[in-house]
């Protein structure tokens, strides 16, 4: 950042203090030493005092005035320089604060409204916009703010045509104070000035930022070099931000595929995973459980009963073969790092409060909480789904079922977050 915004702003004003040094100090001095070597000198060993050009007080005064001159240059220069350092100071610490920011904004939409948002703030432009590459031939306009948001959003240019289509094409900033007052006519935009820089990441071009029309005053190089720094640091978090996306949209896919393979491989629990996510949400929600340990919950609920997929079905039923689930369940998840914690809370679902549950006996708080909230909304929805073998309970039966066994079976807290949760309404069918 220093090589980007401060080499010649602090070149500056090094040049203007300088300047008024000299002016305050040299040339007086010299003036002093010019006089006294010149006529003073040849006084004081007994020279003439009619030989001086000037009366020797005019001659001191002129000094005088002209240290006071410079004095005052100096200052008023020195004060200058301070008040643009704190101004370059307050940018770069909105500079900091607008890229943390940025780090911390987890949806690509909000990202880049968040980006667009603050480059307007910090350059002071009545309008801003961003385009990302839409194809190698084309960027399309993702965020516009100002009264040309209507105009421009969703806009398709060509690389090369525009402003920023040639920042694009260039990968080089632009900055035009004095616009040809055709530009932007077509699109019924009025421009005055315009500062657009490349968004770049891994040495490739993936978008622009495009500044229109300076507030009260004229785009600067130092508006241009801020501006490039916040676009990196934006083109960084863009592009963290859309690896993210992607692992996501993978994750959504591998998570469809497992429950498709659990829902086939046993008519019996059809739709049961999600139904036990659906009522553990719930019971979460009414402990007031934070979002990070409601993702764990969600992917714990679906994979739960994982297990039974290493089990043949036509041994599913034996009671040996139930018992070892939870454990097949966590060692076909505890490999994949990213659901480490969910593989835990599979092992201990059937474990219960009183520690007479399998496969480790564990008992109250030794329980993970998700494990005794998962055993709950897996036993509501064994009670109330339609199964071969057995009766479906009434929604009143199958609460009455979970309370008798509240502290013994169940957890005590989380049966009571249950009851309190849920509602006839809420029994899922499929
Ligand atoms: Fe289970």
Same mark, same amino acid.
């Given at each position: 950042m220093d090589d980007t915004v401060g080499s010649p702003f602090f070149e500056s004003i090094r040049r203007n203090i300088k300047v008024s040094y000299f002016v305050a100090s040299i040339i007086p001095l010299g003036l002093l030493v010019y006089l006294s070597v010149k006529y003073i000198l040849p006084l004081v060993t007994g020279g003439d005092l009619s030989a001086l050009p000037l009366h020797i007080g005019i001659l001191l005064f002129l000094a005088v005035v002209l240290s006071v001159l410079g004095l005052s240059l100096s200052v008023q220069t020195t004060n200058k320089s301070i008040f643009a350092l704190q101004t370059l100071h307050r940018k770069l610490n909105s500079l900091l604060e607008i890229t943390k920011q940025f780090r911390e904004t987890p949806y690509l939409d909000l990202l880049l409204e968040n980006i667009i948002r603050s480059a307007t703030d910090l350059?002071?432009?009545?309008?801003?916009?961003?385009?990302?590459?839409?194809?190698?031939?084309?960027?399309?306009?993702?965020?516009?703010?100002? =009264?040309? !948001?209507?105009? #421009?959003?969703?806009?398709?240019?060509?690389?090369? %045509? $525009?402003?920023?289509?040639?920042?694009? =094409?260039? !990968?080089?900033? #632009?900055?035009?104070?004095?616009?040809?007052?055709? %530009? $932007?006519?077509?699109m019924g935009i009025v421009i005055n000035s315009a500062l657009c820089v490349p968004l770049i990441y891994s040495k490739k071009v993936i978008g622009v930022i495009e500044l229109l029309n300076k507030k009260g005053d004229v785009f600067t190089r130092e508006d241009e070099r801020l501006l490039h720094s916040l676009a990196d640091q934006a083109a960084i978090s863009i592009s963290q931000s859309r690896e993210l996306e992607t692992r996501q949209s993978d994750l959504i896919h591998i998570t469809e595929i497992l429950i498709s393979a659990q829902d086939g491989y046993s008519k019996i629990k059809k739709g049961h995973a999600r139904r036990v996510a659906r009522y553990a949400n719930l019971i979460a929600r009414k402990m007031g459980l934070g979002e990070d340990f409601m993702k764990t919950l969600y992917y714990a609920c679906l994979f739960h009963d994982i297990g039974f997929l290493r089990i043949p079905v036509e041994e599913q039923g034996q009671r040996e073969r139930i018992f070892q689930h939870p454990r097949l369940g966590y060692e076909m998840i505890k490999p994949i790092s990213l659901w480490s914690d969910v593989a835990e809370w599979i092992l201990y679902h059937h474990e219960r409060y009183d520690g007479r549950g399998y496969p480790s006996g564990k008992k109250g708080e030794e329980i993970p909480l998700g494990s005794r909230i998962i055993f709950v909304a897996d036993t509501f929805d064994v009670l109330t789904s339609k199964r071969s073998y057995k009766d479906t309970l009434s929604f009143e039966m199958a609460i009455a079922e979970i309370e008798a066994n509240s502290g013994s079976q169940f957890d005590p807290e989380v049966v009571n977050a249950f009851k309190s949760s849920i509602s006839e309404t809420d029994i899922m069918t499929e």
């Open positions: 350059i002071y432009a009545e309008t801003g916009s961003l385009l990302l590459f839409k194809d190698e031939e084309h960027l399309v306009y993702k965020v516009v703010t100002g =009264k040309d !948001a209507e105009i #421009l959003k969703d806009r398709t240019i060509k690389v090369g %045509s $525009g402003f920023a289509g040639q920042v694009a =094409k260039t !990968a080089r900033p #632009l900055l035009i104070n004095k616009v040809d007052e055709n %530009s $932007g006519r077509e």
